[in-house]
């Protein structure tokens, strides 16, 4: 979680200038495509609301040339499904600047114990940001993911067994 398609430096979520709030996802080609993350990206959110505020906007932040023209693409794809225009920049990602540390993976947060058995294998804040095995859980503890990736991937976190149970449910 962090900051994004602004021009201020350091933006903080009490002082954000003209940023956005944005995620920023590393990806690895070989192993998925800017095309498939485009189609997560769609599934993942209402394109034809409007937020209301740029802290809340919808927007692709690419980076170059050709992640450009796929997400303008994905944009045109997105309104002709609908049938109407969608609310969706899409804009070069210039710098992205990780938000505070108590907006970093927020829905696991609100569970104590998980939170906890990460904070200990992870006692810096930021190598837990910047965990997959976080990010996953934070992603399962909101509805997201397949069921079945769920429990054949929860059991590598190394989580009690009673806080992958309850995670499962």
Do not use: C
């Amino acid at each position: 979680m962090g900051y994004a398609g602004g021009s201020k430096d350091h933006p903080t979520y009490r002082d954000l200038g003209d940023h956005s709030e944005a995620i920023e996802i590393g990806y690895d080609p070989t192993r998925i495509s800017f095309d498939e993350l485009l189609e997560a990206f769609w599934k993942g959110h209402r394109p034809a609301e409007t937020m209301g505020s740029r802290q809340y906007r919808s927007a692709i932040f690419v980076a170059g040339a050709e992640e450009r023209q796929a997400a303008e693409l994905s944009v045109a794809r997105a309104e002709e499904r609908l049938g109407r225009s969608v609310h969706t920049a899409v804009e070069e990602v210039g710098a992205f600047w990780q938000a505070e540390d108590y907006h970093q993976k927020y829905q696991l947060r609100r569970d104590g114990d998980v939170w906890k058995q990460l904070s200990a294998a992870y006692p810096d804040v930021d190598d837990l940001v910047l965990s997959t095995a976080a990010a996953r859980l934070n992603g399962w503890s909101s509805g997201g993911g397949d069921p079945e990736q769920v429990r054949r991937e929860l059991p590598l976190v190394g989580l009690t067994k009673s806080v992958q149970r309850r995670l499962q449910r």
